[in-house]
T-cell receptor, first 111, second 113 residues
Framework: AQSVTQPDIHITVSEGASLELRCNYS??????LFWYVQSPGQGLQLLLK??????LVQGIKGFEAEFKRSQSSFNLRKPSVHWSDAAEYFC?????????FGAGTRLTVKP | DAMVIQNPRYQVTQFGKPVTLSCSQT?????MYWYQQKSSQAPKLLFH???????NEADTPDNFQSRRPNTSFCFLDIRSPGLGDAAMYLC????????????FGPGTRLLVL
């Protein structure tokens, strides 16, 4: 079955530390890949997306993600986390007009 | 500049009492989506409109209906809300379907008493 997996339900990092949020998918072909962020009580905001081309994608707020076909992964990274990055992060995958969200990773940022 | 607007932000209804949630967009996008998001879970697509064409997800209960009277507006009707329907309801739009970026509204949190 097609699926999107975010293995980490909750991650805590210190402010200024680096961050990596994991996303794995199981689809036959290369899907379209997205990362969204959701602050408490708010809608989702697109951070970045990958359709094709360069496998390292730059997004807003200093985030980047790397598509690795061999690992079926699209991990989100940020070199230095800010307190305002505390939020829920969702990976989303589209394949053949079937869109699926991962279960999300909640990020807590320690002072 | 608000692009996807949802009203109200919070809605309280009674068990079994019909309720309508509203979404409007200023982007002139072809596609409008409704998602249900329960606490600590991923958004779950209920249905979407491509222009006037309605597309229902296979597992969306019959209790949930939608209307799109024009390009800008889309409504979610819950005919007989149950306690299990309490959730955040997110509206989103995209220029074309799925592989395009979806723009989300702030959501309406529904409480069923």
């Amino acid at each position: 079955a097609q699926s999107v997996t975010q293995p980490d339900i909750h991650i805590t990092v210190s402010e200024g530390a680096s961050l990596e949020l994991r996303c794995n998918y199981s689809y036959g072909a290369t899907p379209y890949l997205f990362w969204y962020v959701q602050s408490p009580g708010q809608g989702l905001q697109l951070l970045l997306k990958y359709f094709s081309g360069d496998t390292l994608v730059q997004g807003i707020k200093g985030f980047e993600a790397e598509f690795k076909r061999s690992q079926s992964s699209f991990n989100l990274r940020k070199p230095s986390v800010h307190w305002s990055d505390a939020a829920e992060y969702f990976c989303a995958v589209v394949n053949n007009n079937d869109m699926r969200f991962g279960a999300g990773t909640r990020l807590t940022v320690k002072p | 500049d608000a692009m996807v607007i949802q009203n109200p932000r919070y809605q309280v209804t009674q068990f079994g009492k019909p309720v309508t949630l509203s979404c409007s967009q200023t982007l002139n996008h072809n596609v409008m989506y409704w998602y249900q998001q329960k606490s600590s879970q991923a958004p779950k697509l209920l249905f979407h409109y491509y222009d006037k064409d309605f597309n229902n997800e296979a597992d969306t209960p019959d209790n949930f209906q939608s209307r799109r009277p024009n390009t800008s507006f889309c409504f979610l009707d819950i005919r007989s809300p149950g306690l299990g329907d309490a959730a955040m309801y997110l509206c989103a739009t995209s220029r074309e379907q799925y592989q395009e970026t979806q723009y989300f509204g702030p959501g309406t949190r529904l409480l069923v008493l």
